[in-house]
């Protein structure tokens, strides 16, 4: 598996659990503000709550699902991931940005180097190079110039071939 698709395969990781802490946070939110009203006598729709003011039994007992709700539904397992996954998000994030720089050291040198070799005239000589060498010859040889202009004019001859053959022939039922 590349750095990349382990980064992103971790970052899902810490995603669905904070998708996980977010929806346990918002039931034990809920359970709180449902205990908050039991204790203050608010009376919640649908009978959640008694409407007597003070800590009774319905109030203790409301405080305490609020309170264990979240180590029932593992909620600090949850957090030790989420943390372990985030942790292991920015060892691959650091470990990444490296291997960027490392490369795009490597990139660089790699032209320096090819830069180097061009100035200096070594390597393979290329097209402009072949083009330079064909210009001294033809100006120091009559027999190059003189071959270098007659394939000139054969690639010009096949190049109108069609429209001479055109011109050259008889008209057709389809002209």
Not at 47 to 53: A, H, N, P
Not at 143 to 155: A, D, E, G, I
Request: some cysteine; proline content about 2%.
């Amino acid at each position: 598996m590349s750095l990349t698709q382990e980064l992103s395969h971790e970052k899902q990781l810490v995603s669905d659990a904070t998708r996980k802490i977010g929806q346990i946070d918002a039931y034990i939110a809920k359970l709180r503000y449902q205990a908050r009203a039991e204790c203050d006598g608010i009376r919640l729709p649908g009978g959640q709550t008694t409407g007597l003011v003070g800590q009774g039994q319905n109030c203790d007992q409301d405080r305490a699902d609020y309170t264990d709700y979240g180590r029932l539904h593992g909620l600090p397992g949850l957090l030790a991931l989420q943390g372990k996954y985030q942790a292991k998000v920015g060892s691959l994030t650091q470990q990444l940005a490296e291997s960027e720089r490392g490369y795009g050291a490597a990139v660089q040198k790699a032209i320096s180097r090819e830069v180097d070799r061009w100035e200096q005239g070594t390597g393979k000589p290329g097209l402009l190079d072949e083009e330079k060498a064909l210009q001294a010859l033809s100006r120091q040889s009559s027999f190059v110039f003189s071959q270098q202009w007659l394939l000139r004019l054969l690639l010009i001859a096949l190049d109108t071939l069609p429209v001479l053959t055109k011109w050259f022939s008889k008209a057709t039922e389809y002209d």
